[in-house]
């Protein structure tokens, strides 16, 4: 059908408080941005500055209920991390204005298929089968920052099955959100509906069909996936 090509949906987050979804524009992800997760995927963050990567917009799914394994993979990763939420965008934006481009956050899970990135990095290929796959990026519903302040610290965590996997204070990151957006801006235009997931700490880790994941950032949210 010709009308379907014409109406196709946006893909979008729900907003605390609102009745209007945010719509997704593009999804940056920023990769070895925590110096422990960095030396657990060894690396050396004393001599490897932060990644960035995409994946696609249609890519993400609201974090919540039950989120089909993906296959591909033997080895599913967890990566929690905070995600940041533009209400606008430009260009070489200084880190000082930086704050002013950011409509709210959500809690996020970079879902990687290790063993596929594993492969990418040996044959220097590319990561999008292994970062950029169907729903890999589900994410939280979005808390304006109007409700919650800027978000420069606090704890991310992560437990699977209950078991606390990850859990980091947002403070060691190596770049914070502001130089992010100024090092991003530098390489793309920025826009109102992109989404920037800031990197994750340490202690990512293999997750099977039938875990029950629970992560959380203080002040932002907190997520419960079944992967089924
Ligand atoms: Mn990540």
């Not at 109406?7 to 992800?29: M, N, Q, W």
């Not at 950029?132 to 990026?137: K, M």
Request: charged letters at 20%; glycine letters at 10%.
């Amino acid at each position: 059908m010709i009308s379907s090509l014409f109406d196709l949906p946006r893909p979008t987050l729900p907003i605390i408080g609102e009745t209007v979804a945010f719509p997704v524009r593009r999804i940056y992800c920023i990769g070895r941005n925590y110096a422990a997760h960095t030396r657990e995927m060894g690396g050396d963050p004393a001599i490897q500055a932060p990644i960035f990567f995409m994946k696609p917009a249609d890519a993400v799914t609201l974090a919540a209920g039950a989120l089909p394994f993906p296959g591909d993979t033997m080895d599913l990763h967890h990566e929690v991390e905070l995600v940041a939420a533009l209400g606008s965008g430009g260009r070489n934006i200084e880190p000082a204005d930086a704050m002013s481009t950011v409509y709210g956050y959500g809690v996020g899970i970079d879902l990687t298929k290790r063993d596929r990135q594993a492969e990418a990095k040996a044959a220097g290929q590319p990561w999008d089968r292994a970062k950029g796959f169907d729903r890999s990026a589900p994410v939280s519903e979005i808390r304006p920052l109007a409700r919650c302040g800027p978000v420069h610290s606090g704890r991310i965590w992560l437990a699977v099955n209950g078991e606390t996997r990850q859990s980091a204070d947002l403070s060691t990151m190596i770049w914070d959100l502001p130089n992010i957006i100024a090092k991003l801006s530098a390489i793309w235009t920025l826009a109102a509906g992109d989404l920037i997931f800031t990197g994750t700490p340490e202690g990512v880790g293999r997750i099977l069909p039938g875990d029950r994941i629970t992560a959380g950032v203080d002040e932002v949210g907190r997520i419960e996936l079944i992967l089924s």
